[in-house]
Structures are given as C-alpha cells and as structure tokens.
T-cell receptor, first 117, second 113 residues
Framework: AQSVSQHNHHVILSEAASLELGCNYS??????LFWYVQYPGQHLQLLLK??????LVKGIKGFEAEFIKSKFSFNLRKPSVQWSDTAEYFC???????????????FGQGTILTVHP | ETGVTQTPRHLVMGMTNKKSLKCEQH?????MYWYKQSAKKPLELMFV???????ENNSVPSRFSPECPNSSHLFLHLHTLQPEDSALYLC????????????FGPGTRLTVL
C-alpha cells in the first residue's frame, strides 16, 4: 500500500536556524507531492506543491522543497525560521492513476515544529 | 479563510446520540472529502465525492454515513459512535478529484463520551 513517512515527529529550533523536514513516499511512478501546514488553531493550508517540471519548488513564506525521484523524497526547507513558523507540517502524495486521474491523497504523520524566539 | 466552512466547530455526544456534521464550500469545486485527524496518526481519508457521486469509501464503519446533496454541501451523519471515534473531522474540496490542490475547512472537534 502506498505510504508517506515523515522522519521527525517534533523539531525544536531557535529563530534564524535553518530547517529541513524529511518526507519519503513508498511508491514509484508519477506522483503529485504536497506540503501542508497547520498553524495553532487554524485550518490546514497548502504550503507548496510539485506536479511536474523544476524539482525545486518554492512556496509561501520562504519555504521550498526539492523532489528527488531517485530517493523518493520531497524534503521541505527554509534557510532561516521565524517564531511564526511554529506549526505542524504535513507531507502528502497522490499517485497518478491514468488519464487525468490521480489516486487518493495520502498524508504523512506530521511534524510539529516549535521555534523559540 | 479558505472558502470551506464546517459546522459545528465542536461537538460532544453520547454513544447513543445521532448528530450530523456539515461542510460547505464556496469555491465552485466538484470534489469533496471527509478526513479524520486523530492524535499521533496520519490524516485518514474517509470518503470522497466527485460531482455528487461517492467515489471512495475507505473502509469506514457504517456508523458514519456521508451525504452529498450537491457539489457545495457535504454532510457526515453520525450514530452510535464509540469513544475511539473522538477526533478532528476535516472536510476538504478540490476542483476535480485527485488532480488538484485540496482546500480544507477548520474541522469539527468531536468528543464521544
């Protein structure tokens, strides 16, 4: 069965530190990849996505992610985090099912990021 | 504000109660989803509707019953739930099933006593 795994359950950083959150998916073939973020008390929202093209994707708030097909990875990065980045981050993947159809979106377990001022 | 609203935001119910969760999207999307978010577990897809037709039931117990009267509204009817059903229930929508970004509502925090 398809699965998405996130390496860290809880990451604690100080402001201005660099961030990298790991994400791996378990299946080959064409996939759409996403990072969602859930700030405290807020709804889940899209941070960035990769469908095709340049494997380095830039999202909102200075985040970026790199799709490395050979490693089945889609790690999220930010060079300098801020206190306001404190949130839970979810990686997700949808497998291409043929035609214009993709399968269901499968989420990782989430990584809680705490940034200390 | 994502254009997806959910009511109620919080719900406490007994195991013998019947209640319904409501989701409404104002984005003109054609696909709608119910997810369950439990502590320390990945977000679990429950149901998918595409153009009002159910296209996925992810082995969800029959005590959860979805309804999609039109592309803008989605309900989740609950009856004889168990305490382990306590979770955050999220609704999402997308332009088409599977291919597009999903937009999530704020969720309903459900507690089953």
């Amino acid at each position: 069965a398809q699965s998405v795994s996130q390496h860290n359950h809880h990451v604690i950083l100080s402001e201005a530190a660099s961030l990298e959150l790991g994400c791996n998916y378990s299946y080959g073939g064409t996939v759409n990849l996403f990072w969602y973020v859930q700030y405290p008390g807020q709804h889940l929202q899209l941070l960035l996505k990769y469908f095709s093209g340049d494997p380095l994707v830039k999202g909102i708030k200075g985040f970026e992610a790199e799709f490395i097909k050979s490693k089945f990875s889609f790690n999220l990065r930010k060079p300098s985090v801020q206190w306001s980045d404190t949130a839970e981050y979810f990686c997700a993947a949808a497998v291409y099912a043929g035609g214009t159809s993709y399968g269901k979106l499968t989420f990782g377990q989430g990584t809680i990021l705490t940034v200390h001022p | 504000e994502t254009g997806v609203t959910q009511t109620p935001r919080h719900l406490v119910m007994g195991m013998t109660n019947k209640k319904s969760l409501k989701c409404e999207q104002h984005l003109g999307h054609n696909a709608m989803y119910w997810y369950k978010q439990s502590a320390k577990k990945p977000l679990e897809l429950m149901f998918v509707y595409n153009f009002k037709e159910q296209t996925e039931n992810n082995s969800v117990p029959s005590r959860f019953s979805p309804e999609c009267p039109n592309s803008s509204h989605l309900f989740l009817h609950l009856h004889t739930l168990q305490p382990e059903d306590s979770a955050l229930y999220l609704c999402a929508s997308s332009r088409l099933q599977g291919t597009d970004t999903q937009y999530f509502g704020p969720g309903t925090r459900l507690t089953v006593l």
